[in-house]
Nanobody, 124 residues
Framework: VQLQASGGGLVQAGGSLSVSCAAS????????MGWFRQAPGKEREFVAR????????YYADSVKGRFAISRDNAKNTVYLQMNSLEPEDTAVYYC??????????????????WGQGTQVTVSS
C-alpha cells in the first residue's frame, strides 16, 4: 500500500490543524494505521494508532485529550485532528500502516508502510 500525507502547515499555539493520509490499493481496511512525528534532532515517536475497523484508538500520553485519530475505509483515508496545539507539537508527521492488530505495536519498526510526511509548525 502507498500512503500520501497532506494537510500540514503553520498554526499558532492553541490552534487546531487536521492532517490526512490517503492510501492506494484495495486493502486499506486490512491495516491498523498509525501517526508518528519526528522533530529536528529527535527520534521518531508514536502519536496515535487506530484499529482496522476504526473502533479502537490509542494515543501517546503527550497528545491524549488533544488529538483524535479517525479513518474512513470507504475513502482509504486516515485522519489526525489536532487541537490545543503547542510549540512542542512541531514536527514532521508521518502516517504508517501495520498489518498486525496487537494494540501494543507502537514502535516505528512495527509498521510496514510509510507516507512521506507533512510538516506541522506551531508558533508560540
Amino acid at each position: 500500500v502507498q500512503l500520501q500525507a497532506s494537510g500540514g502547515g503553520l498554526v499558532q499555539a492553541g490552534g487546531s490543524l487536521s492532517v490526512s493520509c490517503a492510501a492506494s490499493g484495495r486493502t486499506f481496511s486490512s491495516y491498523a494505521m498509525g501517526w508518528f512525528r519526528q522533530a529536528p534532532g529527535k527520534e521518531r515517536e508514536f502519536v496515535a494508532r487506530i484499529s482496522r475497523s476504526g473502533s479502537i484508538t490509542y494515543y501517546a500520553d503527550s497528545v491524549k485529550g488533544r488529538f483524535a485519530i479517525s479513518r474512513d475505509n470507504a475513502k482509504n483515508t486516515v485522519y489526525l485532528q489536532m487541537n490545543s496545539l503547542e510549540p512542542e507539537d512541531t514536527a514532521v508527521y508521518y502516517c504508517a500502516a501495520d498489518p498486525y492488530t496487537l494494540p501494543s505495536r507502537r514502535h516505528p519498526n512495527d509498521y510496514t508502510y510509510w507516507g512521506q510526511g507533512t510538516q506541522v509548525t506551531v508558533s508560540s
